[in-house]
């Protein structure tokens, strides 16, 4: 049975090294095909043979890539599937342990090569600086930890996904009770809220269980790698080459001085707006004036037509990207059990296609959702052309979610295909209050990682200590009262922390690069669009400052950038009618 959402995908280039009955779950089948990579390495005697190989190379890197994607994607669309969860584990035991030495000859023989300082500068020059970081940082005792690492986030992805409720007689997943704290009745709100707060805290013993299991195994592997901790050797894996864990910091200070006496002065109005004496937990999503919940759609139909109607106004050509996706089955976007949470865009790397994968209930924030994702999947279908995987598959995620936050701003200007004017522009003043918010959250997060694994020996009382402090700094005015285990706990729900150490502080740095990106819009928009596109076309063949330049952004996240754009976000929502 097909599982997946999307049957068979048109080829972008017919394979010219891999078979086309290749099994890519038997390693049997795979491990020729690494045999002759490595040997024809040795017999590339010009720079044009040699291109030719690591373009075969990237043939099957992308055909390996695929199928791994292929059956993650089916994994979370069906947690529930034990056929689901034994082939992504298979591929995950069975056949990355044997790719990733494979992998690593293969980079050592290019790097080795008499002819590879003969590779064309600039072309190859973010190639062979990342293909020489991951020879460094590799470890063949890394790999089978770095395999229970995947199997364990998986069993948090599985945790997560099969958490519900019985609310007034009706079972409902967590993300479906969210959309009830949008609701003008508090004691329901309240009453929502506590519920599934007391589902997670049931669940927090095997919560903590599973993320001190991925501490001890990430303390291992950068111990392995000869780092002194975690941290300094994610910031090494995940190729920050640009900025360090100081330049964090400074975002985190310029976060706590110029962003959060904003969300205070933004607490303090919703308070007075609501009546209330204080703000609870639940308070923070209702409307302010206590109108009912924003619909913009019913039926995730709904949604995606809607959606295309406002990539018709903006862009042909991306209009035309959210159709294929549309036509080829690439979109599952409705929240259901046993579905796994969040939202995620994954590009099938052969195929050279995006997916979507998202829980959408009818909220406003998953029409944001849903034009974040397809920022990212634009990416993904500009940079189709380019035949190096590296390129064209892993651009730097600070820039990945410029692509993607940038949609979310520029798709808001057209917010009338969803509402009548005055909803949408009640949408538009949420979505930017929000993002004010969040970077609050984005701080909280990235702080509370650099907390985490320079401490390793930490318990789980200091554990929360630390994030409690962190919720003082960044959090703003709400009061947790009575609920001091599901704040101390909240961060369970961010499945970064567990799966994606450190990708967190990317939203931040991208926040304000999406930002000026808007900005830009606002000045010239056919100017700013057409910067925007060639930035993704690029893919990720140029260093993170020029793709920032590129998309006609600066690549700072300091106070004296920060400054500005709060104060854009501010002049602009002064613009917009509260009622």
Known sequence: ???????????????????GKLDL??????????????TRSATCA???????????????????????????????????????????????????????????????????????????????????????????????????????EAKTTQQYQKLSGSLSVQFRGEEKTLVQMGKLLEEPDRALRQEAWELVAQRRLKECEKFDDQFEALLKLRERIAKNAGFGNYRDYAFRRMGR????????VKFHDAVATEVMPVVRELQAQRRQQLGLDRL??????????????????????????????????????????????????LLDLDNRKGKAPGGYQSTLAESRLP???????????DVETLLHEAGHAFHALAARAEDLLPYRNNPPIEFCEVASMSMELIGAEFLEKFYPRAEA????????????????????????????????????????AA???????????????????????????????????????????????????????????????????????????????????????KFQFDAATIRPLVELAQNELAKLPVA
């Open 425 to 464: 522009n009640r949408a538009r003043r949420t979505h930017l209050e929000d993002i004010i918010k969040i970077l609050g959250w984005i701080a909280t997060v990235d702080a509370f990682q650099h907390w985490i694994y320079t401490h390793p020996a930490h318990t789980r009382s200091e554990r929360a």
């Open 241 to 248: 080459f640009d900025y360090t864990p100081a330049d964090c």
């Open 355 to 365: 997916f979507i994968f998202m829980n959408a209930v009818g909220q406003q924030r």
């Open 1 to 19: 049975m097909n599982l997946l959402p999307f049957a068979n995908l048109p080829t972008y280039k017919p394979r010219r090294f891999v078979p």
């Open 46 to 148: 010009t720079v044009a043979e040699l291109e030719s190989w690591l373009v075969d190379w990237s043939e099957l890197s992308a055909a390996l890539e695929e199928e791994g994607s292929r059956r993650y994607i089916a994994m979370t669309c069906h947690t529930d599937n034990a056929a689901a969860e034994q082939a992504y584990l298979q591929f995950v035991e069975h056949i990355e342990p044997h790719t990733k030495p494979r992998q690593f000859q293969l980079e050592k023989r290019l790097m080795a090569h008499p002819l590879r300082a003969k590779l064309p500068l600039p072309r190859y020059e973010v190639f062979l600086r990342d293909t020489q970081n991951h020879i460094e940082l590799y470890r063949e005792e890394n790999v089978a930890l770095e395999t229970e």
């Open 467 to 553: 994030w409690n402090l962190l919720m003082d700094r960044f959090a703003g005015d709400v009061d947790w009262s009575g609920h001091p285990a599901a704040r101390a706990h909240l961060w369970h729900r961010q499945l970064h922390i567990f799966i994606h150490p450190f990708y967190y502080i990317e939203y931040g740095i991208a926040q304000l690069g999406a930002l000026q990106v808007w900005a830009n819009a606002k000045r010239d928009k056919v100017k700013a669009l057409a910067d925007y596109k060639t930035a993704l076309a690029l893919g990720g063949s140029r260093p993170l400052p020029e793709l920032f330049v590129a998309a006609g952004c």
């Open 280 to 329: 609870r937990p639940w308070d923070a999503s209702v409307d302010p004036l206590n109108r009912p919940p924003l619909q913009p759609f019913e039926q995730v139909g709904d949604l995606v037509s809607r959606t295309q109607q406002i990539f018709d106004q903006l862009d042909g050509e991306l209009a035309g990207g959210f159709r294929q996706m549309q036509s080829l089955h």
């Open 25 to 38: 779950g038997d390693w049997a089948q795979l491990a020729p095909l690494f045999d002759q990579l490595e």
